[in-house]
């Protein structure tokens, strides 16, 4: 069979559409079809990309051929006998890791929001030709992907192959004038590439990069010797003002941060922004072995046409979230006492979410296409994070595994790369359970039960004392927790019990709250505290300056109509937690700290 043949041309920056061509030699003679995938594989959310589809026609010998749509992602080419092509506009302004981009500025795109698959030949191999846009002010750009170069040189436009169709759609491409760094881990070249207005040091991301890369190449692979799955990989960085994402691809990421997230040159402290870019960065590399190739059956294959269903979003995606910044302390690029304030900071959102007792992780990842993702002002009420949850669920298993000696969940996780990952066989719903059940010589039904499949909170202060670490619950102030030592002064006393935004609207009523007995609801705004004016300011003073059992009388909007509520306060949740080394930690737990942080 023939290629597929794709070419993408940025046909009109400014209008932010790209011409995208799909060639075959052979088509139907019945009329060949054509799809769009309604997902992408790693964000599960229908997100239809047909919508962007501006103008789509065939031609075939230099003539037109005519089409028509059979359904909103299918369309269907009269029956022609020659070469066939079927070249569409694509509208494409969505700064996302997810979707396509495209302005003066750069080109990106997911092949998922591009390309179109001709029916019957999702085997086949496709070669896709990048043209640079005319003009002097594109003269400067380059390419970086990890598709395979046809006849391109490297970083340069030209064609690219990929063996099918699965995946050239998994190779994002950018094409800016992006700043390059590179580095070697596992003797592989790893490439990170800037777009976006940045000072970055590059130098110190890389080598920061290079440490984690190579510990997570190790703890799936025989150190010294050990090689990831791939012969190239990419960290595709957009740098911006405001905005935060990854998506994870066999071989690359592409990554949204906030440009004051990356290292400043002359800096060598890591503070919270950096800390938090390098944590998504292990996270998607994680993912090069958890997902993308250890992954649930039911993606073997992807059916990108509707949901694919699996209740093990929580180990793909909180096993991952676990592993992500463990990898950072692991890999000596932070210390435990750092490592300790993003655990606590990770114990503290889930404590925050009332949803936990509603909903389990287990379920949580089966409804992400309708919940998850798509989450409202009940959301924290209703749901659970089966990444936040995930994750600590991950951190007991972890903990539970090695008090007993016996094993580690790194052994699961070679174990499962063994048997699923690099052997190509999809993981069957209840193959975790049993793995790890086998690895630690004993039933953990109860567990999965309990923390998987049921709301119950794993009990980590338990399990941790045993690795000689305190877990402190206090209740959070009234604004954003920077995490750290407890401290005993300026302790909340009370709780309103709902998320205040900027303007004074309220985001989330939690339940159970003060505010939600009194009958305040999201989306009313705040007008007056006991007579006076509202404002952030009073708002965030609550916390501290008003006791449980103290009353408010509030003024709020709802619409455009006002009224007044009765707010009793109530005492502050204990929901901030604080992880400290014991000062008097046995010989025994600190041994087991030892090896749990350091190996
Ligand atoms: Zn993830």
Redesign the pocket.
């Known amino acids: 069979m023939q290629a597929t043949r794709y070419q993408v041309a940025a046909l009109d920056p400014n209008a932010h559409l790209f011409e995208v061509r799909c060639t075959i030699d052979d088509p139907d003679p019945r009329g060949q079809r054509y799809r769009l995938p309604a997902w992408i594989p790693g964000s599960y959310l229908i997100r239809e990309f047909a919508r962007q589809f501006v103008h789509v026609r065939a031609e075939s010998a230099g003539a037109a051929v005519a089409i028509a749509k059979e359904a909103k992602d299918v369309w269907r080419a009269s029956p022609a006998t020659a070469a066939i092509t079927i070249i569409a506009q694509v509208y494409a302004y969505e700064l996302s890791v997810r979707t396509a981009y495209l302005d003066r500025t750069r080109a990106y795109f997911n092949g998922a929001s591009l390309f179109l698959l001709p029916e019957g030949r999702e085997h086949a191999a496709c070669t896709v030709e990048l043209l640079r846009p005319h003009g002097d002010d594109f003269s400067e750009w380059r390419v970086a992907t990890t598709l395979e170069p046809d006849g391109a040189a490297p970083h340069g436009f030209g064609r690219y192959k990929a063996v099918d169709y699965d995946e050239l759609i998994d190779h994002p491409v950018e094409m800016s004038d992006f700043a390059l760094a590179a580095f070697a881990a596992g003797a592989v070249r790893h490439e990170v590439a800037i777009t976006g207005r940045h000072h970055a040091d590059l130098e110190r991301l890389a080598r920061d990069l290079a440490r984690i890369c190579q510990w997570q190449i190790d703890l799936f692979g025989n150190a010294p010797q050990s090689r990831p799955p791939f012969d190239r990989y990419l960290f595709q960085i957009t740098a911006v003002g405001e905005g935060y994402g990854g998506l994870?691809h066999r071989s690359s990421t592409s990554l949204l941060c906030r440009r004051d997230e990356l290292p400043v040159r002359g800096r060598s402290d890591i503070g919270d922004g950096y800390l938090h870019l390098l944590g998504l960065a292990s996270?998607e590399y994680f993912?090069s072995w958890n997902v993308k190739r250890i992954k649930p059956a039911v993606f073997m294959p992807y059916d990108l046409a509707r949901e694919a269903y699996t209740r093990q979003l929580w180990a793909f995606?909180g096993i991952?979230s676990y592993y992500d910044d463990l990898a950072l302390v692991r890999s000596g690029v932070i210390d435990d006492t750092q490592y300790l304030v993003l655990l606590g900071r990770a114990v503290s959102q889930v404590l925050r979410t009332p949803g936990r007792h509603r909903q389990s992780i287990g379920d949580s990842s089966f409804d992400a296409w309708i919940k998850f993702y798509r989450q409202d002002e009940n959301s924290p009420n209703a749901i659970v994070s089966y990444y936040a949850k995930g994750s600590l669920v991950a951190l007991a298993l972890d903990l539970t595994l090695r008090s007993a000696g016996r094993t580690s969940l790194d052994s699961v996780m070679r174990t499962l790369w063994q048997r699923h990952g690099r052997a190509g066989i999809g993981v069957p719903e209840d193959a975790i359970e049993s793995i790890v059940g086998e690895l630690a010589g004993e039933d953990m039904r109860t567990f999965f039960a309990c923390y998987v499949d049921g709301t119950d909170d794993p009990p980590l202060a338990d399990l941790l004392a045993a690795f000689g670490i305190d877990c402190h619950l206090r209740p959070a102030g009234g604004t954003a927790d920077r995490g750290g030592t407890p401290s005993s002064s300026a302790v909340p006393a009370c709780w309103f019990g709902a998320r205040v935004g900027k303007d004074l609207t309220l985001q989330h009523v939690f339940t159970g709250s003060p505010a939600e007995r009194a009958g305040l609801a999201a989306r009313d705004v705040l007008v007056a505290i006991d007579g006076v004016r509202a404002s952030g300011e009073s708002v965030d003073a609550l916390a501290t300056s008003r006791a449980a059992g103290e009353r408010l009388t509030v003024h709020a909007f709802r619409r455009d109509e006002l009224f007044v509520v009765d707010v009793e306060l109530a005492r502050a949740p204990l929901d901030t937690c604080y992880l400290v080394p014991k000062p008097d930690a046995t010989s025994a737990a600190t041994a087991l700290r030892q090896a749990w942080l350091h190996g």
């Open positions: 994870e996270h993912h995606e991952t």
